[in-house]
């Protein structure tokens, strides 16, 4: 499974030569999760989720940022959007931690950070999902986190042990 931006200049299947039928790709604004709620509201990515795990049993989420990405714009800067701006407010931690710990930084350095992090923010999401959660604690599925560079034409992913990330082509 793959959780992308609805960006179509990060189209999955073209940036990795995918096949229809490879990868179940969920795409929403900055390829954000959700945390678990049952609040009797609609949830397609949440919904999205427990298909994949609990009956078409992925075994690899990634979820797939990328730089210059207009929903962690309308997150770092603000937007009156009726529904962007809630949705975005998922990552509102991230933002709060990037504005702080890169307060000097330029304002594209603050948005570069804010697209990683909002990256982590969806993996620590996932873990919310009872079925996410039991089944990567079996082993039995791995969460990864990449970001998609497209001036420099490279993959990140994210290196838990690390806690950054590194080239990963």
């Known amino acids: 499974m793959l959780i992308g931006c609805s960006d179509s200049r990060v189209t999955p299947t073209a940036l990795y030569g995918s096949e229809p039928g490879d990868i179940f790709v969920v795409r929403n604004i900055a390829n954000l999760v959700p945390p678990a709620e049952q609040d009797g509201h609609l949830h397609g ?32 800067h603000g937007t009156d959007g009726k529904y962007v701006g ?8 991230a933002r709060s931690d990037v504005l702080r710990e890169y307060a000097d930084a330029s304002p594209e350095e603050q948005a570069r950070a804010l697209e990683k992090a909002s990256i982590l923010i969806s ?8 079925s996410v959660r039991r089944r990567v604690v079996r082993g039995e599925l791995q969460l990864h986190g990449w970001y ?7 993959l990140l992913h994210y290196r838990a042990e690390k806690h950054q990330f590194e080239q990963l082509a």
Do not use: Q, R, Y
Request: glycine share 8%; with cysteine.
């Open 45 to 76: 990515t949440s919904a999205a989720v427990e298909f994949a795990v609990s009956h078409l049993e992925v075994e690899h989420i990634i979820i797939n940022g990328h730089s210059h990405c207009g929903g962690i714009n309308a997150l770092l």
């Open 86 to 93: 809630p949705w975005v407010d998922i990552a509102k931690d």
């Open 123 to 130: 993996l620590e999401n996932l873990l919310t999902f009872d």
């Open 148 to 154: 998609f560079d497209m001036e420099e034409g490279t």
